[in-house]
C-alpha cells in the first residue's frame, strides 16, 4: 500500500556527512508522521528521530546537534542530514511511515528496506 525507498547511504569517515532521503510512494491520503530508525549490528533498532505534519521534530539523544530531520510533504519524503559522524552511527538507517492510506480509516505503518551508513575511524 505505501513504498518506501530509502536513498544515500554510503562509506564515510569520522567527522563527514551523508544525507539520507526517503520517498513515501501509493495509495496515502494522509501523512501522520515520518521516522529514521538504524540498527547496528547486535543491537536492537532504534529511533533516530520522527517528524510530524506540522514538522515538529524529535530526535534521540546521541544524534541531538547532529542530525537534522525534514520533509518535502509535496512529494512525501523525508531527509536525514547527517553531520559530525562517528563510527558509533555506523547502522542500517531505515525510513518509517505512518498514516492513512485509501480504504483505511486506522493509521498504518510501513517501513523500507534500509540503507547501510558505515562511518571510518
Known amino acids: 500500500q505505501v513504498q518506501l525507498v530509502e536513498s544515500g547511504g554510503g562509506l564515510v569517515q569520522r567527522g563527514g556527512s551523508l544525507r539520507l532521503s526517503c520517498a513515501a510512494s501509493?495509495?496515502?491520503?494522509?501523512?501522520?508522521?515520518m521516522a529514521w530508525y538504524r540498527q547496528a549490528p547486535g543491537k536492537q533498532r532504534e529511533l533516530v528521530g520522527n517528524?510530524?505534519?506540522?514538522?515538529?521534530?524529535n530526535y534521540a539523544d546521541s544524534v541531538k546537534g547532529r542530525f537534522t530531520i525534514s520533509r518535502d510533504n509535496a512529494k512525501n519524503t523525508v531527509f536525514l542530514q547527517m553531520n559530525s559522524l562517528k563510527p558509533e552511527d555506523t547502522a542500517v538507517y531505515y525510513c518509517?511511515?505512518?498514516?492513512?492510506?485509501?480504504?483505511?480509516?486506522?493509521?498504518?505503518?510501513?517501513w523500507g528496506k534500509g540503507t547501510l551508513v558505515t562511518v571510518s575511524s
Open positions: 501509493g495509495s496515502i491520503t494522509s501523512t501522520n508522521f
Open positions: 517528524i510530524n505534519s506540522s514538522d515538529n521534530t
Open positions: 518509517n511511515w505512518n498514516g492513512r492510506v485509501v480504504g483505511e480509516i486506522f493509521y498504518k505503518n510501513f
